[in-house]
């Protein structure tokens, strides 16, 4: 993935805001109950890492980007529970086969280059059956919307957010991969877009 080390900085400035906002429930919410070993892909600067419960023996967290890396190691040595920061992508995790108990993917789907190499890493990694943790920003079922955000996606926003999608149908992509539950995924407004939040399974369990 390529580095986008000016919205790294700009995230990392404006990021608290939307936690205040509310971000921060839609992510204890995402975590919670959680047990064992667990692998976060594309970590960020670390803001999930507060919000693990103490049945987590160990999370894994994923982050390419040097700038918010650095940021999710400091994080990491705050956490209640035990992190390991490492690089690595979404489409390359650095661990071996069916070696974790759950994944969660936080607002990070909708920015790795490929989805479905991204979703294929994570089973490969996970453990039959396990929990995927989801949380992302997802495309609008208004068609008028929809549409806007294709437009801005393409045009703008991809350029100066990361390389950011407004316009990802992640339902879709989770079930394409073959991981079970995603169309039972609630959908909740924050900022104006639709999250996906919830729980979906590996497959093979």
């Not at 109950?33 to 103490?54: D, K, M, Q, T, W």
């Not at 035990?82 to 070696?99: C, K």
């Not at 294709?150 to 350029?159: D, E, N, Q």
Request: include cysteine.
């Amino acid at each position: 993935m390529k580095p986008h080390p000016l919205f790294a900085r700009f995230y990392e400035r404006f990021a608290a805001g939307a936690e205040k906002r509310g971000q921060a429930e839609l992510r204890a919410r995402a975590l919670s109950g959680l047990s064992g070993r667990v692998l976060e892909i594309g970590a960020g600067n670390g803001l999930n890492f507060a919000h693990y419960p103490a049945t987590v023996t160990e999370v894994v967290a994923v982050e390419p980007e040097p700038f918010l890396r650095e940021r999710a190691t400091e994080r990491a040595a705050a956490a209640p529970v035990t992190v390991t920061v490492v690089e690595g992508e979404a489409d390359r995790i650095p661990l071996p086969d069916d070696s974790v108990d759950a994944a969660v993917a936080s607002l990070v789907l909708c920015s790795v280059p490929d989805q479905a190499r991204a979703l294929g890493e994570l089973k490969r990694v996970m453990k039959p059956g396990a929990e995927l943790r989801v949380y992302e920003h997802v495309i609008s079922h208004k068609p008028g919307k929809a549409a806007f955000q294709r437009v801005f996606t393409k045009t703008v926003w991809k350029r100066i957010a990361g390389g950011c999608h407004m316009d990802r149908d992640t339902t879709a992509a989770l079930t394409a991969a073959g991981f079970e539950g995603a169309e039972s995924l609630d959908r909740v407004p924050f900022q104006g877009l639709a999250h996906l939040l919830g729980v979906v399974r590996a497959p093979g369990g």
